[in-house]
């Protein structure tokens, strides 16, 4: 999105306060405060900040001791497997000369999420997972190497896993199927269709519904939404990505997310405060807080 976009307005606030399931603040403009403050006036009182690096990862951290309203995930995005093993720190995409990586430094990096795992201010072990949108082929193994890790991380400190999961449906469940998910595990930016919410509803996970549920060519996410049970929804923004319609290419926020609310009380033809209420007690239920 351009940087320069200007910001939407803050939307009519919600009377039942949520959480923001899966945000970057770290990736957002202003300061933490000022983000929790705006969010907090419309009625999102909580957020999840979700770590994609080991550096972003000890900031998440870092910034959910400082704040009360702020609880942290951990983990190395699908994507940043492939860069550590193969030592591109641009990914797959950029042609020349690479700097060494290999086993070894995905390794190092896997033990720093474990090690910041295990603090209290961190409820989860995520975004993991796969994407085989942005990594093709040579990033497979890595990606699947990684992810499996963390599914051990997440249940050996009893932390929620957040997947990250784009065009890997199919994967996805397989490899939790094969290593036994963890107890809470959340889909993040659901991104599956009826279908699968069912397969997921009947092991448990949690499904986060993000902004662009709200997409003219969204339907089939407005088919799983429908189609999964109440009390394993959650919603988030993926903040500064994916803000809802009518603001979609603008910055988006935690302070946005009773307009993507709004909307999946629309879709499940619920009562908005019925669903902020529910939201709410998934949330916290998902992330142990």
């Known amino acids: 999105m351009p940087s320069n976009a ?18 970057h603040l770290d990736m957002q403009s202003g300061t933490v ?48 497997a492939p860069r550590i093993v193969h030592g591109d720190p641009d990914g797959w995409s950029r042609q020349g000369a690479r700097v060494p990586g290999g086993d070894a430094a995905l390794d190092e990096a896997l033990d720093g999420i474990d090690r910041l795992a295990a603090l209290p201010q961190v409820k989860g ?24 890790a963390h599914i051990e991380i997440a249940k050996r400190h009893g932390k929620a896993l957040v997947i990250h999961d784009r065009d890997a449906h199919a994967d996805v ?9 963890p107890e809470r595990t959340v889909f993040h ?11 997921c509803a009947r092991a448990g996970y949690y499904m986060s519904f993000a902004g662009n549920m709200t997409f003219k060519n ?8 429908a189609a999964a049970p109440l ?3 959650l919603v988030e923004t993926d903040a500064p990505f994916l803000t809802p319609m009518p603001y979609r290419g603008r910055p988006n926020a935690p302070y946005l997310v009773p307009v993507t609310v709004r909307a999946m009380a ?18 916290a239920r998902a992330f142990d807080y």
Request: aromatic share 4%; with cysteine; glycine share 6%.
């Open 231 to 233: 009390e394993l929804v």
């Open 125 to 148: 072990v995520g975004e993991t997972g796969l994407d085989f949108f942005r990594t093709g082929p040579e990033g497979m193994a890595a990606q699947e190497r990684s992810f499996r």
């Open 266 to 283: 629309a879709v499940r033809d619920l009562d908005e405060d019925a669903l902020a209420t529910a939201i709410s007690a998934n949330t």
């Open 33 to 80: 405060e000022e983000a929790l403050a705006k969010a907090a006036s419309v009625g999102v009182t909580t957020v999840v900040q979700v770590g994609c690096d080991l550096a972003g990862s000890r900031w998440a951290a870092d910034t959910a001791a400082a704040h009360d309203a702020v609880h942290a995930t951990v983990a190395l995005h699908p994507n940043e």
């Open 189 to 199: 930016c659901y991104s599956g269709d009826a279908a699968m919410a069912e397969v």
């Open 173 to 181: 469940l397989r490899i939790l199927k094969e290593e036994g998910a």
């Open 218 to 225: 969204a339907q089939p996410l407005r088919d799983a939404l």
């Open 6 to 23: 200007e910001a939407p307005p803050a939307p009519t606030p919600l009377r039942v306060p949520v959480a923001d399931s899966h945000t």
